[in-house]
């Protein structure tokens, strides 16, 4: 039992520093040829948006509002792969269950 507790402990602690790290990182998804771009913490959490003045078309609002969300699921698909690579390792590849987000 005690041994099962001292494993418990240092999967929390890679835990934690999985998360330390992915809160550090930062991860850019574009869209539109590099036309909108966001940047997204390794958490998830959009930090930045930047849209080239080329993208502006005040006809076409439609598809500026599709590159911006195009880059932002660009940058979440690669922060979902930037997690897992963090959090693999530390969780053993439990993954669902932990109340991490995104496992």
């Known amino acids: ?11 929390q602690q890679q835990v934690a520093q ?33 849209i080239d003045p080329k993208a502006v078309d005040p006809e076409d609002v439609e598809s500026l509002e599709d590159l911006v969300l195009a880059a932002i699921r660009n940058a979440a698909e690669s922060q979902r792969e930037l ?4 959090m693999g390792p ?6 669902g269950g932990l109340g991490i987000p995104g496992f």
Not at 1 to 11: D, E, F, G, I, V
Request: aromatic residues 0%; glycine residues 16%; proline residues 0%.
């Open 1 to 11: 039992m005690q041994q099962l507790m001292k494993q418990a402990q240092k999967m």
């Open 18 to 50: 999985a998360q330390a790290e992915l809160a550090a990182a930062e991860v850019t998804g574009s869209a539109g040829g590099g036309l909108v771009s966001v940047v997204m913490t390794g958490l998830g959490e959009v930090s930045s948006v930047r």
């Open 83 to 86: 997690a897992e690579a963090k």
């Open 90 to 95: 530390a969780t053993g590849g439990l993954g």
